[in-house]
């Protein structure tokens, strides 16, 4: 880990005077909530297990609170922002922060949906305290766009945190759930208080560790299908799997043909499946 000053992490106060400097009020629009304390920042960037060497990027940064703490720990940080007034402060606030780590950060001015390449080397890890209303997209996004990603944490809404990290069977699980899984190990990694965020907001928040792994079945169907295939099981999830799939198959029977043909009970929901069945579902599809 590289020495660093050790007030370079912003304090509450330290974010406050930087907002008012920069003439920004928290939005409920972006789901702004700004990470105010030093313990908090350092507990995700543990949790993520950044190392000295990766490439970690961070979605959100924000005044900076967390992109100094990943500057403490990684070899480089690319943050991804999409509002002009703080991509426009975050450079000066690492420069004047930890200017011996400046020449290791790099900005991206952009709406994260839309960033198809970074600066610099392939990035390893995925670093993030997302807004609940683009927690999701934005996440898979990243781990579809970014093959290279080995290990994420997101900082999320709770609610979102439980539907990422949920299994079959469970009430929550769903299209987020199962999406997820296709690119990773996915695990609730802690909860955080509200009281570390500016301003405080009226839920509590998770943190979701994400670790990749191969596709989940040598399947011949492609990671599209396989995710229509979600889309449909869950677009109608009290129905079983026989109606709830008989758009996407053609027919009720075209439905149950595929499902039978997958090992797949036609009577099940799509609750109760892996992400390896839906795989399977996908590669009977009739023709």
């Not at 922060?97 to 995925?126: E, I, K, N, W």
């Amino acid at each position: 880990m590289s020495t660093t000053e050790p007030d370079a992490l912003l304090t509450p106060a330290d974010v406050r005077e930087l907002a008012a400097a920069l003439g920004v009020r928290p939005t409920k629009q972006r789901g702004q909530n700004f990470v105010i304390d030093a313990n908090t920042v350092r507990r995700i960037v543990r949790t993520a297990e950044v190392r000295p060497d990766d490439v970690a990027v961070e979605v959100g940064p924000g005044l900076g609170s967390l992109t100094l703490a990943l500057l403490e720990a990684a070899d480089r940080v690319v943050a991804v922002e999409i509002d002009d007034v703080l991509a426009a402060a975050l450079p000066a606030t690492i420069e004047a922060r930890m200017p011996a780590r400046a020449d290791r950060f790099a900005l991206v001015h952009s709406d994260a949906m839309l960033v198809q390449d970074l600066p610099g080397p392939a990035p390893t890890a995925l670093v993030a305290n997302l807004p609940y209303n683009v927690a999701v997209p934005v996440l898979l996004h990243m781990l579809d766009r970014f093959p290279s990603i080995e290990r994420t944490l997101v900082m999320v809404q709770a609610e979102v945190a439980d539907r990422l990290a949920a299994k079959p069977g469970n009430k929550v699980y769903g299209v987020p759930s199962v999406k997820a899984n296709w690119y990773a190990d996915v695990k609730r990694a802690g909860s955080i208080g509200r009281n570390v965020f500016w301003p405080a907001p009226n839920v509590d928040s998770g943190l979701v560790s994400l670790v990749r792994r191969a596709a989940p079945v040598e399947t011949t169907a492609a990671k599209a299908e396989v995710f229509a295939v979600v889309d449909a099981a869950f677009a109608q999830r009290r129905k079983t799997l026989r109606a709830a799939l008989s758009g996407w198959a053609g027919s009720p029977a075209a439905a149950e043909a595929a499902l039978v043909a997958a090992g797949v009970s036609p009577q099940a929901r799509g609750e109760a499946l892996t992400v390896e069945e839906f795989a399977a579902i996908a590669e009977h599809r009739p023709s």
